[in-house]
């Protein structure tokens, strides 16, 4: 059963124009959540990242908008850039106790910033 | 933040034979993981090495099958033992810095091909 999901393996979008990236959760229990991208033959890295408190986070040209009752977030790019092209993750993660909660990652959505 | 390399960066191997992954960190961390990608998929948390105990590992895998070395703060293995072509995947080590349970920070990966 997929807790996180990306319902959208690819996208392509225009350099300059916007990129809408979205992900749905089906447990309640996540708390935070965050963005990974990925480029071929590299590591994920950490992009940007939301509280369940929060229904909006903006860091540049990333906004990323949470939809608590809906369970679904999304990541906004714009302007999007072909630096952009690469595999997005959307992760969830529960509550942070004394120790870790695992996260769990979405399958991710291939973007493509065309010139 | 962190910076996490791995050895080697890609192999390929023989059906029945073993792969260790080596995991190396900038800083000591308390918490290190080891992911799985296989081709197409999302990451697929194999295991959690903390130093000093027994590594955590989630359902559907096995000791026997990935055996974890956690010798200290800074360093962890991880075997793919037995291997077959189901065990082609992307390995990844992850860790959270140190006091830091933010973002997890990504090694490059490990491209590994069972023939």
């Known amino acids: 059963d997929q807790q996180v999901k990306q319902n959208s393996p690819s996208l392509s979008v225009q350099e300059g124009r916007i990129s809408i990236l979205n992900c749905d959760y089906t447990?309640?229990?996540?708390?935070?959540f965050l963005w990974y991208k990925k480029y071929p033959a590299e590591g994920p890295t950490f992009l940007i990242s939301?509280?369940?408190?929060?229904d909006k986070n903006e860091d540049g040209r990333f906004t990323v908008f949470l939809n608590k009752s809906a369970k679904h977030l999304s990541l906004h790019i714009v302007p999007s850039q072909p630096g952009d092209s690469a595999v997005y993750f959307c992760?969830?993660?529960?509550?942070?106790?004394?120790?870790?909660?695992?996260?769990?990652f979405g399958p991710g959505t291939s973007l493509s910033v065309i010139p | 933040s962190a910076v996490i390399s791995q050895k080697p960066s890609r192999d390929i191997c023989q059906r029945g034979t073993s792969l260790t992954i080596q995991c190396q960190v900038d800083?000591?961390?308390?918490?290190m993981f080891w992911y799985r990608q296989q081709p197409g998929q999302s990451l697929t948390l194999i295991a959690t090495?903390?130093?000093?105990?027994?590594?955590?590992?989630e359902s559907g895998f096995v000791i026997d099958k990935f055996p974890i070395s956690r010798p200290n703060l800074t360093f962890s293995t991880l075997t793919v033992s037995n291997m077959s072509p189901e065990d082609s995947s992307i390995y990844l080590c992850?860790?959270?810095?140190?006091?830091?349970?933010?973002?997890?920070?990504f090694g490059p990966g490990t491209r590994l091909t069972v023939l």
């Open positions: 447990n309640s229990m996540f708390d935070y």
């Open positions: 939301i509280s369940s408190i929060k």
């Open positions: 090495a903390n130093q000093g105990s027994e590594a955590t590992y």
């Open positions: 992850s860790v959270y810095p140190l006091h830091s349970y933010n973002e997890q920070f």
């Open positions: 992760a969830a993660r529960g509550v942070m106790k004394t120790s870790y909660d695992k996260v769990i």
């Open positions: 800083s000591q961390v308390t918490m």
